[in-house]
């Protein structure tokens, strides 16, 4: 689905937020996702998740990530077009834009339906008493506070964004995924990943930033022990994935598209366009492994595998021996016609 022109979570002045979870996509299990757009001086109100973890990644602009965690702990850090940033579950958190323009953001969350606390409903929650024992604070102190009323999940800041020299170093919680050397390259493409071993605050949920060139193709395969979600940053592609009933989806996606594969469905990622592609893919683990079609061939003898197939073993093409396998395979036959 298009995940950029989905009707809004909300949407005003200041900036949208769209979804694709399971209640737009029934099929989805413990991962969802949300494209966040703020406005010149927008803010993502300060909230928390109280089932997932959040995993976002900054296609453009640049923000202010503030993080308030357990026993009094305080993150705040910028983060720019090419970097990520993580949220533990259950921490609150603001996305302030601080960019001359528009910042845009892909946010992916361990659960297929986020659970979202805000902290004006937070506090409406609460008496004018309960708060101002809180601060040691007469009750009336709290006499301005509207609890009735709804809580903007963004809105414009009054005055601009007080960025700490600190909050541009290197931070825990957030990852110069683009800047760093791609785990895989090849004239096929590239991949940048965040996994655990990478980025060890993460938990429950990865990401490969991947690009396909249009000599290359993501070869077929599947994930035994995760789900796959992916959203597409540029370029045009076709996806192939095989159901257990037998059947199979095939379709093209392009810039804003989302998808949802279950896990250890086969799947392959084909670029179809003049360009690169460029996909976000996120994993419901911080340690996502594949199987893929390149090595399993040789798991097996040949005449078990034409028996398989059905057919004589000497019509069995001559498989190449793969070690290890490539995720980005170069394209030496010309691409199938699209319908």
């Given at each position: 689905m298009s995940l950029r022109s989905q009707p809004p979570l909300f949407q005003g002045p200041q900036g949208f937020i769209t979804h694709m979870d399971a209640g737009n996509l029934p099929i989805m299990r413990r991962l969802s996702l949300r494209f966040l757009s703020l406005a010149f001086g927008g803010v993502r109100e300060p909230h928390w998740h109280a089932n997932a973890a959040e995993l976002g990644y900054c296609i453009q602009g640049e923000a202010l990530i503030t993080i308030a965690g357990n026993h009094a702990q305080r993150e705040s850090f910028v983060v720019a077009a090419g970097q990520m940033f993580f949220i533990p579950s259950g921490a609150m958190h603001s996305i302030q834009n601080?960019?001359?323009?528009?910042?845009?953001?892909?946010?992916?969350?361990?659960?297929?339906?986020?659970?979202?606390?805000?902290?004006?409903?937070?506090?409406?929650?609460?008496?004018?008493?309960?708060?101002?024992?809180?601060?040691?604070?007469?009750?009336?102190?709290?006499?301005?506070?509207?609890?009735?009323?709804?809580?903007?999940?963004?809105?414009?800041?009054?005055?601009?964004?007080?960025?700490?020299?600190?909050?541009?170093?290197?931070?825990?919680?957030?990852?110069?995924?683009?800047?760093?050397?791609?785990?895989?390259?090849?004239?096929?493409?590239?991949?940048?990943?965040?996994?655990?071993?990478?980025?060890?605050?993460?938990?429950d949920i990865a990401m490969f930033s991947v690009r396909i060139t249009d000599r290359g193709m993501r070869e077929p395969h599947w994930h035994p022990e995760t789900a796959e979600m992916g959203y597409v940053v540029s370029g045009q592609a076709r996806m192939t994935i095989l159901d257990p009933d037998g059947s199979i989806d095939t379709y093209v996606i392009g810039p804003g598209d989302a998808y949802f594969i279950p896990t250890a469905y086969p799947h392959h990622i084909e670029n179809i366009g003049s360009g690169t592609v460029h996909l976000l893919i996120f994993f419901d683990r911080t340690d996502p492994g594949d199987i893929g079609y390149r090595s399993l061939i040789n798991v097996y003898p040949r005449d078990l595998l034409a028996a398989a197939f059905g057919m004589a073993e000497a019509d069995l093409p001559d498989f190449p021996f793969t070690e290890i396998d490539p995720l980005l395979v170069p394209r030496a036959n010309p691409v199938d016609p699209v319908n």
């Open positions: 601080i960019g001359a323009g528009p910042a845009e953001f892909v946010l992916a969350f361990s659960h297929e339906s986020p659970e979202d606390f805000g902290i004006k409903a937070a506090f409406g929650a609460m008496s004018n008493a309960v708060l101002g024992n809180s601060y040691d604070l007469p009750a009336a102190a709290f006499d301005g506070f509207d609890a009735s009323a709804a809580g903007s999940k963004i809105f414009g800041s009054a005055h601009p964004a007080a960025v700490e020299d600190q909050a541009r170093h290197v931070n825990p919680y957030k990852y110069s995924v683009e800047a760093t050397p791609p785990q895989i390259y090849s004239f096929a493409g590239s991949a940048h990943t965040t996994k655990a071993a990478l980025w060890p605050v993460l938990r």
